[in-house]
């Protein structure tokens, strides 16, 4: 027994068929040059769509300007309650913040921000309750797209049950 464990320490020793270093850089100079002229899949999904994306990105970069938003149109819900939808709302925005805000508009009748329940920490998303439905017409037309806290509000109608349901 003590041959054969000395026999497979002595065969280490020697390299124990592996390849010496000078195979290995060659393998992996052959297996570089592999990898150069075959491409990715996602370098042929790329190549197959066109790269769309860095056509644009070159055209912005060589004018020089930051592309503008185009002004966001409120979800196709129509206004049928006073209750109204808040989105993209700050973190940082309180209910005495929305109430100011809306009571410009009309009468607030209530204004409730979205908050997880083990940290009250917001959602980013309120409803504003108003007291009638024109004036939460006029609202949504008034406040959406309004920069309000360094945040541009999405204002629309609230899905009513019968929505949700669905």
Do not use: C
Request: no cysteine; proline share 2%.
């Amino acid at each position: 027994m003590n041959s054969y464990s000395s026999g497979r320490r002595s065969r280490r020793s020697r390299g124990g068929g592996r390849r010496s270093r000078g195979n290995h850089e060659r393998f992996r100079g052959q297996q570089g040059a592999a990898k150069t002229q075959k491409k990715t899949f996602w370098q042929r999904v790329a190549e197959f769509f066109g790269n769309g994306g860095e056509k644009k990105k070159t055209a912005q970069a060589r004018n020089g300007a930051q592309p503008s938003r185009p002004a966001r149109k409120p979800e196709q819900i129509e206004v049928t309650s006073p209750r109204l939808y808040v989105g993209n709302l700050s973190f940082d925005a309180t209910e005495s913040d929305l109430f100011e805000l809306f009571n410009g508009v009309g009468h607030v009748q209530n204004a409730e921000v979205v908050s997880y329940r083990h940290n009250q920490r917001s959602k980013g998303f309120a409803f504003v309750q108003m007291q009638t439905i024109e004036e939460a017409k006029r609202a949504v037309e008034e406040l959406h797209d309004k920069e309000f806290l360094g945040r541009r509000l999405v204002v629309s109608g609230a899905k009513s049950d019968q929505h949700q349901a669905r």
